[in-house]
């Protein structure tokens, strides 16, 4: 039989465990690489999960739940963007991702897949085969600011790996 004096410190070592716990993951909050890829959907799916685009002048609907996410990355290499005012990267993805990003363009092919990135919708490539070799671009519109975060949370590709 425990006390009631015993149950009362253990309930608050279990709250403190559980704040520092919390503490913990809130200040990892909002750093690193925020960049995900969506494939388009069709806009009779259900509203909450997926959000609209103008793509080419037309309004598509892509899925709200990522087919690649931040979590996914490896390592990246960015490099100056053609139209010389912002820049591109190269995303090297994990192994389960590759082989879900084959799949997924194997089966979407001439549906679009946006990145999204720092909160909007950044590039966009039209799906025309399965993309196999574990790499994904983004060919624009990410600013040096961003690719600054970026590399606070992943390496370059050819780099050891962020401690």
């Not at 009631?4 to 909002?30: E, P, Q, Y």
């Amino acid at each position: 039989m425990v006390s009631s004096g015993m149950k009362f410190t253990a309930r608050w070592v279990i709250c403190l465990l559980l704040c520092a716990g919390c503490a913990m993951a809130g200040g990892n909050k909002g750093k690193g690489a925020k960049v995900s890829f969506h494939i388009e959907t069709e806009g009779t799916d259900n509203p909450k999960m997926i959000f609209p685009h103008e793509v080419m002048g037309k309004q598509r609907f892509f899925r709200r739940v990522p087919e690649v996410s931040s979590k996914d990355l490896v390592a990246f290499s960015p490099f100056p963007a053609d139209d010389q005012a912002s820049y591109g990267a190269v995303f090297q993805l994990k192994n389960n991702a590759r082989r879900r990003l084959s799949a997924v363009t194997s089966v979407n092919q001439g549906k679009w897949l946006v990145c999204l990135a720092f909160g909007r919708v950044i590039d966009g490539v039209l799906v025309d085969g399965p993309v196999d070799d574990g790499v994904i671009v983004v060919w624009k519109n990410l600013s040096l600011d961003e690719i600054r975060q970026l590399d606070t949370a992943l390496p370059r590709i050819g780099e050891n790996k962020k401690k």
